[in-house]
């Protein structure tokens, strides 16, 4: 009986996952709809921004707690500064971002260099400005290997 009930549940999702008819072309209303296509306005926060300085702290206190059991945290930052704006000048509608290091003052008394990026619409479900940040050392999972290099442009 169970093997009747399993292959009752495997030919529902084959069935389900066939597709009903030829695929076409979009509607008018399909292209015309929201889907445009990019439009950036290149407004980025500056490197300085308290807001978005204040967000690279609080997500960075989690991951140490959440993530590594740490209770390091960023006390502060120093000697902040844009290190490039839209890099990719061979391409006009990549996502418009800000590129910026100096030093991030952690709570263990070293202060580290960090590098962060803000890009428009990368936030959360593409609304505002999303953030991303390594401090070199503090890599754990080393998404930015080699000391933070791929947070860089």
């Known amino acids: 009986m169970v093997r009747l009930i399993r292959f009752g549940i495997a030919l529902a999702a084959a069935l389900a996952c066939w597709p009903a008819g030829p695929a076409g072309a979009a509607s008018l209303l399909e292209m015309n709809f929201w889907l445009s296509g990019p439009r950036y306005e290149a407004r980025v926060p500056p490197c300085e921004d308290a807001g978005m300085l204040y967000r690279i702290r609080s997500r960075f206190a989690e991951k140490e707690k959440e993530y590594w059991q740490s209770d390091l945290q960023i006390l502060g930052f120093e000697r902040i500064h844009e290190t490039s ?41 593409g609304v505002m400005w999303g953030v991303e940040w390594c401090v070199v050392g503090l890599d754990r999972n080393w998404a930015y290997n080699p000391r933070c290099q791929m947070a860089r442009p």
């Open 85 to 125: 704006f839209r890099p990719w000048t061979g391409a006009p509608d990549a996502i418009p971002r800000r590129y910026c290091s100096g030093t991030a003052l952690i709570s263990d008394g070293r202060p580290r260099t960090i590098h962060f990026w803000y890009g428009e619409d990368t936030g959360w479900l």
